[in-house]
C-alpha cells in the first residue's frame, strides 16, 4: 500500500548480471518507460541504473558507478520525485497526483507481445528541449 506513511525510503531492485554495461542499458529502457506508466499513478516510482552509469548529486558531488545493473522500485515521494520526470510532464502530474486506489494495474492490456509493443509505442515519449 503506497498511502501510507513510510519512515525509511526502501526499494526493491531487480538486478542485470553480466559484463554489457551498453546492453543492460539499451535492456531495460522499454520496460523501465512502460513500469513509470504502469504504477505512476499508483504512487511508484521506478528508476534504472547500469554498470558504469556516470552521474553528479543535485550539489554537483560525483556519484559512484553501480557494481550492477538494476531496475529499481520504491514508494514515490510526490512532493520531491515529479522533478525527475521533467522531460515527461504528463507522468510527473499523473505521479504527484497518485492515489494507491488497489487497481490492478495491468487490466486492460493486451497479452500478445505485438499487441504490447504496439500499447508501449502509444506512450508519450520525453519532450527534448
Same mark, same amino acid.
Given at each position: ?17 553480466? !559484463?554489457? &554495461? &551498453? ?10 518507460? &512502460? ?33 550492477? !545493473? ?25 505521479? !504527484? ?27 508519450? !515519449?520525453?519532450?527534448?528541449?
Amino acid at each position: 500500500m503506497t498511502t501510507r506513511r513510510h519512515d525509511t525510503l526502501v526499494c526493491e531492485n531487480i538486478v542485470l548480471l553480466g !559484463s554489457h &554495461a &551498453a546492453t543492460h542499458r539499451a535492456l531495460m529502457a522499454w520496460p523501465h518507460w &512502460a513500469l513509470k506508466h504502469l504504477y505512476g499513478p499508483v504512487g511508484l516510482m521506478f528508476g534504472k541504473f547500469w554498470t558504469d552509469e556516470e552521474g553528479t548529486d543535485r550539489q554537483g558531488h560525483r556519484i559512484p558507478a553501480p557494481p550492477f !545493473s538494476f531496475l529499481t522500485v520504491r514508494c514515490a515521494i510526490r512532493s520531491v520525485d515529479p522533478r525527475f520526470l521533467t522531460d515527461t510532464p504528463d507522468l510527473a502530474h499523473s505521479l !504527484s497526483t497518485a492515489v494507491d486506489d488497489g487497481r490492478n494495474v495491468f487490466r486492460g492490456l493486451p497479452y500478445e507481445w505485438k499487441a504490447v509493443k504496439k500499447w508501449a509505442s502509444s506512450l508519450l !515519449s520525453p519532450q527534448r528541449p
